[in-house]
């Protein structure tokens, strides 16, 4: 009786061998994005306690370090599988906050198909750095999205902003008077053909950071801005104040809680009816935790942004939000 050896061929290990790579390979990105994007990161690094509002929680100390940026924003699934862990991660340092920190998608650079999915995972509150880009996707998204212009704008794009986006719904933010009086001029045009009539509700940049690559003004100019809009603008509403602070320092989220305090006193405001814009990929637990009303989330939901060379931030990807607006 002749037995018969097994063979195999060199073809049949090349294609087992990138089988299992393959295989191992997806397991252990689902692993890391699991561990860096889950609250079970408690587990794997230290906790401590911060104050949110009041009371006391635990905001893992991942995202103080930005040198973890890469792993925790890295694109480990769809746009709606990372746009439910983000959910879930504000959910649990959020417990019990009412009403809950809104969460803006910062879609800059990303192709509207991605806008699209985050849409039909129930998103509804977008956010963009250029002009250009809000006027390219806003037509091709249900007009119920609530778009957020964030960073600094040229005050002679206003006017084709406000006029051709009807859903603008915040403009994040105004740093001059020139400014608001064109959004003014602007929305006072096309009031009525706006959602419900309401009013364009703007933010006003503060400068928390000192840092030449942003925008923003000290708070004593920024309570002189907020006390025009309040007087002179009946078209726009003074919402409240955002900051693109500095990467990894946490203090600039106090220095706008502050700068928030006093601006209200300016104008006359409850604080507690004032936004807190604050808060991105990197930190955005963190600025929840000091009582960010507003956080702006991008690639963590999107994954890392792909720049044309003229578009190339003149800071680390770190900003959802731009100091400068094209």
């Given at each position: 009786m002749t037995r018969r050896r097994f063979s195999v061929n060199k073809s049949s290990i090349t294609y087992f061998t990138w089988c299992f790579l393959f295989l191992s390979n997806s397991l252990a990105r689902a692993v890391l994005c699991g561990m860096l994007q889950s609250p079970t990161t408690a587990f794997f690094f230290p906790l401590r306690p911060a104050v949110l509002r009041g009371r006391t929680v635990v905001v893992s100390s991942l995202t103080r370090h930005q040198r973890l940026h890469s792993f925790a924003t890295m694109n480990c699934g769809t746009v709606g599988e990372n746009l439910a862990r983000v959910r879930h991660r504000v959910k649990e340092v959020a417990k019990g906050l009412e009403p809950p920190p809104r969460l803006v998608a910062v879609s800059k650079t990303k192709p509207v198909a991605a806008l699209k999915e985050a849409y039909d995972a129930g998103q509804r509150h977008f956010g963009e750095n250029y002009s250009h880009e809000v006027l390219e996707k806003a037509p091709e998204l249900p007009d119920d999205v609530k778009w957020h212009f964030i960073g600094h704008l040229q005050s002679n794009k206003a006017k084709a902003l406000v006029e051709q986006v009807p859903n603008l719904w915040m403009v994040e933010a105004v740093d001059s008077i020139k400014l608001a009086d064109r959004l003014q001029a602007a929305t006072a045009g096309v009031l009525e053909t706006r959602r419900k009539g309401e009013r364009l509700k703007i933010l006003?940049?503060?400068?928390?950071?000192?840092?030449?690559?942003?925008?923003?003004?000290?708070?004593?100019?920024?309570?002189?801005?907020?006390?025009?809009?309040?007087?002179?603008?009946?078209?726009?509403?003074?919402?409240?104040?955002?900051?693109?602070?500095?990467?990894?320092?946490?203090?600039?989220?106090?220095?706008?809680?502050?700068?928030?305090?006093?601006?209200?006193?300016?104008?006359?405001?409850?604080?507690?009816?004032?936004?807190?814009?604050?808060?991105?990929?990197?930190?955005f637990e963190e600025a929840i935790a000091r009582g960010s009303t507003n956080i702006r989330v991008g690639s963590t939901i999107f994954g890392a942004r792909q720049y044309r060379s003229k578009e190339e931030p003149p800071v680390a990807e770190y900003n959802e939000g731009e100091s400068k607006s094209k």
């Open positions: 006003v940049q503060i400068d928390t950071s000192g840092e030449a690559t942003k925008s923003g003004k000290r708070t004593e100019d920024a309570a002189v801005i907020a006390q025009h809009v309040t007087a002179q603008c009946p078209a726009l509403q003074f919402a409240g104040v955002m900051t693109i602070g500095a990467s990894g320092d946490m203090t600039c989220f106090d220095k706008l809680v502050d700068a928030r305090e006093a601006i209200a006193r300016a104008t006359g405001l409850d604080a507690a009816s004032l936004e807190l814009s604050m808060g991105m990929s990197n930190d």
